[in-house]
């Protein structure tokens, strides 16, 4: 048996997330059974996180343990050509038997891209989430300033009955508009179930002055999820890299 | 009446092209049933090109002449409110009575671009047509010099029956690889009935070695459909700008 590490791109619009569902398509499902068809035999990818149903992923990181003839040139188009056209396999690569991909990964990135324009994102309508209009970028960097650092993100995480620690560390939360387009950018040590859409969407709260800067410090102490805001939608985010 | 001057974004994708068809989805048909509805009579657009079923736009050229009490802010909010999310009206403006879309057009940008990698392009998949392999684009620029200038374009032009001048004059060709895309940018005075994707069809056979890029100037010359290449598939050409 070899390990295999992968790095994957998705566009997660029509899959049930990541992680593998008894009849239902998810991105593990798809890969695991090309991978499963290709080496005749049950094959597991491990992905670094799970996402969410209907996020995306520029750069998720994988691996499994396979036993194959193919080298890993010839696995990357044997994936690239029974995956469906929404999953692509952009590197194929042989690592050491120890190396796991969540256990292993230190940091992650993940963007979040809203738009607030007079027009519409045609031709990026399903990567991004339409606002009305402008929010108040000072705000909402003043706001995410207080989250940057240790912390226990559990008023952030979506899973009521979290045992493991809800305590993370965010390296950065970088705001930038460009045009009609603003992006949110969060770099940590990991994320909590949904931590990163309800972060967007308290961030959101204070751009549009529904909240004040100021208590985003009161709801991460509170550590109560009903006073942080709601769960940004999931079309607008993207895994874009992982850090070993 | 006022002449009103339209931007226009579309993902060609579900349509059968720009122009009004009973009984068929298309770009025409949906503008025209939004401002028809708005002005609440029977609403005219007129675009500057017609462009081909799956074909996309970054910035079609409209006029409408309508009578409204609303600012031309106020057409673009209420377009863009009510019509599907894969058509965008980026600006409204007022214009001479005297504008005409079509026949005021001096000169079209359109781009063709292909993928050749070893990866999938997962999330511009509906807007680029997918290459085997990586075609030779120096041959193709040599083929497609042949091109530039202006020439009987009847070769490249798939409608057989077209009484009116094959007469065109085509500026640039410019053929741009960058990463794993291939970019085909044309620049005219005008284009025949797919005559873009034939010529990038043709372009195609040379990048591929099926033809020598001095068949070029004897299709040209021989004004025979049946000489040139195929015509590209529809989801890898825009149209990127009218000249006025």
Redo the contacts between chains.
Sequence with gaps: MTNYRFEI???GTRYYGWERQPGKDTIQGKLEAVLSRMTDTEAEIIGAGRTDAGV?A?AMIANAHLETALSP?EI??YM?RY?P???????VGIVSDRFHARYNAAGKLYTYTCYAG????????K?VTVLDSVPDIAAMRKAAAHLVGEHDFKAFCSNPKMKKSTVRTVDTIEIIKRKDFIYFDFHGDGFLQNMVRIITGTLLEVGFGRMEPNQVREILEKKDRRLAGPTAPPQGLCLMKVDY
Excluded: G, T
């Design positions: 791109s998705y566009d995306h520029r040139e990357l188009a690239n995956l056209d929404d999953i692509s396999v952009n590197r007079a027009s519409k994102p045609v031709f990026n309508r990567y």
